[in-house]
């Protein structure tokens, strides 16, 4: 089993950049898929972007975000550049080790 500890969410204005960060109960190179997720009020759980084998990374990202992982620190990274409204959502980390992983999911909202 894994736990995931997200944080660094809050308010920022449209343009602005927040940096999101996971721990995770154990070392990340162990775990075959760990990235984040979002949801934003009455949509579906949707992918933001993931690294396993590959980094993958939702085509809404367009180059403003970047997942980085720390296997010393066993955490995972969000950088979100050039924020717009439409990426108010909760932020939830996932990893995937034979099961499906969720943290506990952290807010964001883009707002002038």
């Known amino acids: 089993q894994v736990q995931l500890v997200e944080s660094g969410g809050g308010l920022v204005q449209p343009g602005g950049s927040l940096r999101l960060s996971c721990a995770a109960s154990?070392?990340?190179?162990?775990?075959?898929?760990i990235g984040w997720y979002r949801q934003a009020p009455g949509k579906e759980r949707e992918l933001v972007a993931t690294i396993g084998a590959r980094t993958n990374y939702a085509d809404f990202v367009n180059g403003r975000f970047t997942i980085s992982r720390d296997n010393a620190k066993n955490t995972v990274t969000l950088q979100m550049n050039n924020l717009k409204p439409e990426d108010t959502a909760v932020y939830f980390c996932?990893?995937?080790?034979?099961?499906?992983?969720w943290g506990q999911g952290t807010q964001v909202t883009v707002s002038s």
């Open positions: 154990r070392r990340i190179f162990s775990l075959n898929v």
């Open positions: 996932y990893a995937w080790m034979g099961n499906d992983y």
